[in-house]
C-alpha cells in the first residue's frame, strides 16, 4: 500500500512562512506528477500547485503564484511546499496526492490523482 505522509503543518502568524514535506513510501512516485492540494473548514478542496515527474515543471493557482513554491527531492522521495507571506485566508488542510498518469488538463483536479496523504493542518493567525 502506497503510503503519503505530509509533516510541516503547524500555527504561524500572518506574513509568516511553512514548509510542508510530503513523504512518499514507494521509490516508483518519483515516477510521476505530484501536487498539493488544501482544504478550509467547510470548503471545497482546491488545487495549490503540481509538479511533473523529473521536477521540470511546476503548475500554480493564479492566487497563489508567487507566494508558494513546490519542489521535490526525488533522491530522497519527497515532495515539498515552501509557503510564504502567509494570510489567515490560506488556513487549511493541506493535502499533498500523487498520479499514476500524467494528464496535464487533469493536474489542477481532484480527480487527477490517486493517491492521498491524511493532511496536515496549517492555521494563520491575523
Known amino acids: 500500500q502506497v503510503q503519503l505522509v505530509e509533516s510541516g503543518g503547524g500555527l504561524v502568524q500572518a506574513g509568516g512562512s511553512l514548509r510542508l514535506s510530503c513523504a512518499t513510501s514507494?521509490?516508483?512516485?518519483?515516477?510521476?506528477?505530484m501536487a498539493w492540494f488544501r482544504q478550509g473548514l467547510g470548503k471545497e478542496r482546491e488545487f495549490v500547485a503540481a509538479?511533473?515527474?523529473?521536477?521540470?515543471?511546476?503548475y500554480y493557482t493564479d492566487s497563489l503564484k508567487g507566494r508558494f513554491t513546490i519542489s521535490r527531492d526525488n533522491a530522497n522521495d519527497t515532495l515539498y511546499l515552501e509557503m510564504n507571506s502567509l494570510k489567515p485566508e490560506d488556513t487549511a488542510v493541506y493535502y499533498c496526492?500523487?498520479?499514476?498518469?500524467?494528464?496535464?488538463?487533469?493536474?489542477?483536479?481532484?480527480?487527477?490523482?490517486?493517491?492521498w496523504g491524511q493532511g496536515t493542518q496549517v492555521t494563520v493567525s491575523s
Open positions: 496526492a500523487a498520479a499514476l498518469r500524467y494528464e496535464r488538463k487533469n493536474l489542477p483536479t481532484v480527480a487527477g490523482y490517486d493517491y
Open positions: 514507494d521509490r516508483t512516485f518519483r515516477n510521476y506528477p
Open positions: 509538479i511533473s515527474w523529473i521536477g521540470g515543471s511546476t
